[in-house]
C-alpha cells in the first residue's frame, strides 16, 4: 500500500473549528459557513496543506433531537443512538464545507481539491470515563422522562444538574484515527482534508467479536480529536479557531491580560494555577501542550475564526511554542 | 490529478437502498453480512467502488425533521441536499466498519474510504419544469397544502387515491464534483464508497458567479453508479438487486430469466417496456449507458449475495456489445 507521508513538503496546518464557526441558528449553518470560507481560503492560500476539522456539538443535538421528538410519534422512525448521529454530522457539515470552500477556490481561480474523511477514532474500552460518564448531552428531561428512557435503554445514564435531568455519556481519550490512512493520502496529494469531525466516531474493539470495531455512545474531546490529527499527520501547526481573539489570564476579571506568545512551560504553569475555564479554554491549551510536547519544533496557536488569516499568518492570536 | 492509469480490472458496484433495512440496528447488520459478498469479488486483479441507494434512509432522515420541526422549535426544516448528505455519512460509516470487520477478520490490509460527493446537474434540466420523483411520506389535502404555501417551491401529486406526496425533479448526472477525491484513493488502493443515494445534487448558481448550490432533487443512483463507472474508467458496472436475473414476462407463466443480453438486445426489450418502470428498467438503461462509453465493458444486473458470482459470470445478467 503506498501509503506515505512526503519528507520535502510545505508546512502542514490542522486548523480546529469551534461549533460557533459553524452558526448558532441552525438552519443557518450554511449562510454561516460560507461567510467563513473567505477566511479559512484565505488562511488556506498561505502555501500551507491544511487540514480542517471542526465540531459538532449543536448539530448532533440537532440530529438526536429531531429523532428523539419523532421516533415516539411514527413506528417507521427509529431512535438512532450517538455514534450513527454523528455520522450524519459529519457528512452534513462536510457537505457544506466542501461546497463553500469549494466556491471561493472556484471564485479565486484555484484548482485545489477538497475531501471530507467519515471517521472513526478508536478508544480504549477501558478508559476510565467509560466507567464514570459525565459528558452532558441532549435536552433537559423531566424526572419521568429520564426514568422512561432508562427503562427503555438501561445503559443510558442521567444525572440532575439542577435545571432537570440530562443524559451522561463517556468522553474518552482518543487513541487511533482508523481512517488514518485515507486523510494522510489525499494530504500527501495536495487535498484540503475535512476530517475527524465532532471529534471522530468513537469505536471500541468488541472484545465479542474478534476484535472488530463497534461504536459506542461517547463524545471525545474535539480539541484531543485534533490533536491527535496533527500528531498523525506530522503537523507543524495545530491552530484552533474559536471566538475570542487570544487566550486570556484573569478571563472576564478587572486584570484580564491577553496572552501573545508563550513558552510551553509558561503556558503550562498557567494551566495548572486553574487560569483556565475548564470547558472551553482549558482543553485546547492541553491539545496545544501535548501537540507541542509531541515534537520540540512545533507551534500551536488560539485565535479568532474571524482573524483566522492574520492566526495563520502568525500575526494575531496566542503562539504556543518551546 | 493525473491520469488515472490501472491494470487491474475496475469494478463499481451499486447497492439497493432497500438492502440496507429501516433501523441503524439491522443496517448494520445487512452491511456485516454483505461485506463478505463485497470483498469477496475482490482478488488480485480487480478492485471495488461502492455506490449505494439511499430510498429508505432519506425517506427517514426526512421524516424525522419534518415531524419534529413541526412540534419543536429548536428542530430546522431540513432540505432534501442536506438529508441526502446526512444518509451519505450514516451508511458510509456503517460500510467502513463492516468491510473494516470482515478485512480484519480475513486478515487484509487493505483500507475503506467514503467520499461525501456532489454531483452537478444542469439547472435547465427537463425534470426541474416538471418534477415526478414522489418522496416522503403521504399528506392529508390540507398538508398538502399548508406546506406548498411555506414554501412555494414544493409540488405535490396526489398519489392514486393514498393522498399527496411531494414530487422532486430526477435530474441527469453530468459531473462528479468530487472525482479527484475518487479517483486519487482508488488509484492508492483504497476501497472507496461514493456518490451514495445517487450524490448530493448540485447546479451552478448563475447569481453567484457559477459556484455550486444544492437543489431538491433525487439522481437515480444508477445512472449516478454508470457516470461513475466512467469517470474512474470502470471496466465492470455490477447492479445489485433483489432478484439473481434480469427477467422478460417478469411474474407471468412464461417468466424467462436473462443470463446475457447484447446492449441491442437490453435496448430492445427496454423499448417493450419489459422491465418495471421504477425499479428494473433505470438499471437496464444505466447498464447500457455505461457500455456505451467504451465497447469492451460489461454491465451486470444481479443479486446482493451472489454478488462474487455475478463478477465471474455464473450468476446474474450480463449486458455487452
Not at chain 1, 211 to 229: N, S, T
Amino acid at each position: 500500500m503506498p501509503v506515505t507521508s512526503k519528507t520535502d513538503r510545505p508546512r502542514r496546518i490542522v486548523i480546529s473549528l469551534g461549533g460557533l464557526a459553524l452558526g448558532d441558528g441552525l438552519d443557518r449553518q450554511l449562510s454561516r459557513i460560507r461567510e467563513v470560507a473567505p477566511l479559512l481560503f484565505e488562511a488556506i492560500d498561505t502555501n500551507a496543506e491544511v487540514i480542517i476539522t471542526h465540531g459538532n456539538g449543536p448539530q448532533v443535538n440537532m440530529v438526536q433531537r429531531a429523532f428523539g421528538v419523532a421516533a415516539p410519534d411514527d413506528k417507521d422512525i427509529p431512535v438512532i443512538d450517538l455514534p450513527e448521529c454523528g455520522a450524519m454530522t459529519q457528512s452534513y457539515i462536510g457537505y457544506h464545507l466542501q461546497q463553500a470552500i469549494g466556491a471561493e477556490m472556484h471564485k479565486g481561480d484555484k484548482k485545489w481539491h477538497v475531501a471530507t474523511v467519515i471517521t472513526q477514532i478508536e478508544v480504549e474500552p477501558d478508559d476510565p470515563s467509560l466507567a464514570n460518564p459525565t459528558k452532558q448531552i441532549g435536552p433537559h428531561l423531566t424526572k419521568a422522562q429520564a426514568d422512561a428512557q432508562s427503562a427503555q435503554h438501561p445503559d443510558f445514564r442521567f444525572v440532575d444538574d439542577g435545571r432537570g435531568f440530562r443524559r451522561v455519556v463517556a468522553s474518552p481519550r482518543p487513541r487511533r484515527i482508523v481512517e488514518f490512512e485515507s486523510i494522510l493520502n489525499l494530504l500527501d496529494n495536495d487535498f484540503i482534508v475535512i476530517a475527524c469531525g465532532g471529534g471522530g466516531i468513537p469505536v471500541i474493539r468488541d472484545p465479542d467479536d474478534k476484535g472488530c470495531y463497534v461504536g459506542i455512545p461517547a463524545v471525545i474531546e474535539k480539541d484531543y480529536a485534533a490533536e491527535l490529527l496533527g500528531d498523525d499527520c506530522n503537523a507543524d501547526e495545530l491552530v484552533f479557531l474559536t471566538d475570542v481573539d487570544n487566550v486570556c489570564t484573569g478571563f472576564g476579571g478587572k486584570d484580564e491580560r491577553p496572552l501573545g506568545d508563550v513558552t510551553v512551560p509558561e503556558i503550562h504553569a498557567l494551566l495548572d494555577a486553574g487560569e483556565f475555564g475548564k470547558d472551553t479554554m482549558a482543553p485546547k491549551v492541553r491539545a496545544a501542550l501535548r501537540f507541542c510536547e509531541n515534537r520540540p519544533n512545533r507551534t500551536a496557536i488560539i485565535g479568532s475564526l474571524d482573524n483566522a488569516p492574520e492566526v495563520v499568518r502568525g500575526i494575531s492570536g496566542t503562539r504556543i511554542h518551546y | 490529478m493525473a491520469e488515472s492509469i490501472h491494470k487491474r480490472r475496475r469494478v463499481v458496484i451499486a447497492l439497493g437502498g432497500n438492502a440496507l433495512g429501516d433501523t441503524p440496528k439491522e443496517q448494520i447488520e445487512r452491511v456485516r453480512a454483505a461485506a463478505p459478498a463485497l470483498l469477496g469479488v475482490i482478488d488480485e486483479d480487480t478492485e471495488i467502488i461502492i455506490t449505494h441507494g439511499n430510498g429508505p434512509q432519506v425517506g427517514m432522515i426526512q421524516k424525522a425533521f419534518a415531524i419534529s420541526s413541526s412540534k419543536d422549535e429548536k428542530v430546522p426544516v431540513m432540505d432534501l441536499p442536506e438529508c441526502g448528505a446526512m444518509s451519505q455519512g450514516y451508511i458510509g460509516y456503517h460500510l467502513q466498519q463492516a468491510l473494516g470487520a470482515e478485512m480484519h477478520k480475513t486478515g487484509k490490509g487493505w483500507h475503506v474510504a467514503t467520499v461525501v460527493t456532489q454531483i452537478e446537474v444542469d439547472a435547465d434540466d427537463p425534470s426541474f419544469r416538471s418534477p415526478t420523483k414522489p418522496i416522503g411520506p403521504f399528506l392529508t389535502k390540507e398538508q398538502a397544502e399548508s406546506q406548498a404555501r411555506q414554501d412555494p417551491t414544493f409540488k405535490f401529486v396526489e398519489d392514486s387515491g393514498r393522498g399527496y406526496r411531494r414530487v422532486v425533479a430526477s435530474p441527469r448526472p453530468r459531473r462528479i464534483v468530487e472525482s479527484d477525491s475518487i479517483l486519487n484513493l482508488l488509484d492508492n488502493e483504497f476501497i472507496v464508497v461514493a456518490c451514495g443515494g445517487g450524490g448530493i445534487p448540485v447546479v451552478r448558481d448563475t447569481d453567484n458567479f457559477g459556484c455550486y448550490r444544492g437543489v431538491p432533487a433525487v439522481i437515480d443512483k444508477d445512472m449516478a453508479g454508470a457516470l461513475l463507472g466512467e469517470d474512474c474508467d470502470a471496466d465492470v458496472l455490477v447492479l445489485l438487486t433483489a432478484v439473481d436475473r434480469v427477467a422478460v414476462n417478469f411474474g407471468k407463466k412464461n417468466q424467462r430469466d436473462l443470463s446475457d443480453l447484447t446492449v441491442a438486445q437490453a435496448r430492445a426489450y427496454a423499448d417493450e417496456g419489459q422491465f418495471g418502470k421504477g425499479s428494473m428498467e433505470p438499471k437496464v438503461r444505466a447498464a447500457i449507458r455505461f457500455c456505451e462509453g467504451r465497447p469492451d465493458r460489461t454491465a451486470i444486473i444481479g443479486s446482493l449475495e451472489r454478488a462474487p458470482e455475478a463478477v465471474r459470470g455464473t450468476s446474474g445478467t450480463r449486458i455487452h456489445y
